[in-house]
């Protein structure tokens, strides 16, 4: 189990980028962030319960966090301005070494950022990345340009075909080749993916939480490998763990 840590970050920027979504920038001692698809968890401002955000980005002492404004407590984030206390290092990522030649990442909502940290980490091992994002409207649409940027093959797909292939995510994955797929989003879209029988898969499931460290239960799904706890032992899940 690798080392919870606790980090007061200096806020860089906390800014609205799409639709109810925000892109937060943090300064601060994030060098024990190593693997895409773990994630931080923040304390808000006069709330209890700290808010699991996924990694988007590590770059140096610079974290990118980008979240959804879904109730109460993530509208306070939104205020927040100065500084914010940060358990970081949580969960396990992607693994990968499980890596193919050809990779494909499909994205659903706020399912998205911690597809780019992964962008960047494939790409640094000298691996194809191709990037399938979905979702259900043209205003929820952001970090498109960002993984363009990046040099790769980037599908956009939108429910009401405002945007890119009309439709969803398993649209576009049925003309792509691929060895190995990598994917993030709510559970109907993972339910969606795995019904296309993909062999090498590794998926990051959205649970509840409510410690983010193992301790509360709150997150615990069945496996094919018994109880599991998404904080500890997830997000990320190989396809033949899951039960569907």
Not at 13 to 21: G, P, Q, S, T, Y
Not at 93 to 104: C, M, P, Q, S, W
Not at 117 to 143: M, P, Q, R, S, T
Request: positive net charge; aromatic residues 8%.
């Amino acid at each position: 189990m690798h080392s919870m840590k606790e980090v007061v970050f200096k806020i860089k920027e906390n800014k609205l980028i799409a639709k109810d979504v925000y892109r937060l920038v943090l300064l601060g001692d994030s060098k024990d962030i190593t693997r895409p698809g773990t994630f931080v968890s923040l304390k808000i401002d006069n709330y209890y319960l700290r808010r699991p955000i996924s990694v988007c980005d590590v770059n140096n002492n610079q974290l990118t966090l980008i979240y959804k404004v879904m109730g109460k407590g993530t509208n306070a984030l939104t205020k927040m301005k100065q500084k914010i206390n940060v358990l970081t290092n949580l969960g396990n990522g992607y693994d990968l070494k499980e890596a193919g030649k050809v990779n494909l990442l499909v994205g659903g909502g706020v399912g998205v950022p911690p597809l780019y940290y992964l962008a960047k980490a494939l790409l640094k091992k000298k691996k194809k990345v191709i990037v399938v994002l979905g979702f259900n409207k043209k205003e929820e649409i952001f970090y498109v340009n960002e993984f363009k940027r990046l040099g790769v093959k980037v599908y956009v797909t939108t429910v009401d075909g405002s945007v890119g292939l009309k439709g969803f995510v398993t649209d576009a994955i049925k003309q792509i080749k691929f060895d190995q797929l990598f994917t993030c989003g709510p559970m109907p879209m993972l339910k969606a993916i795995h019904a296309l029988k993909i062999k090498h898969a590794q998926y990051s499931l959205e649970e509840r939480m409510g410690c983010g460290f193992g301790v509360c239960l709150g997150c615990t799904i069945q496996t094919k490998l018994g109880p599991s706890r998404v904080c500890t032992d997830g997000p990320v899940y190989k396809e033949e763990e899951i039960i569907w």
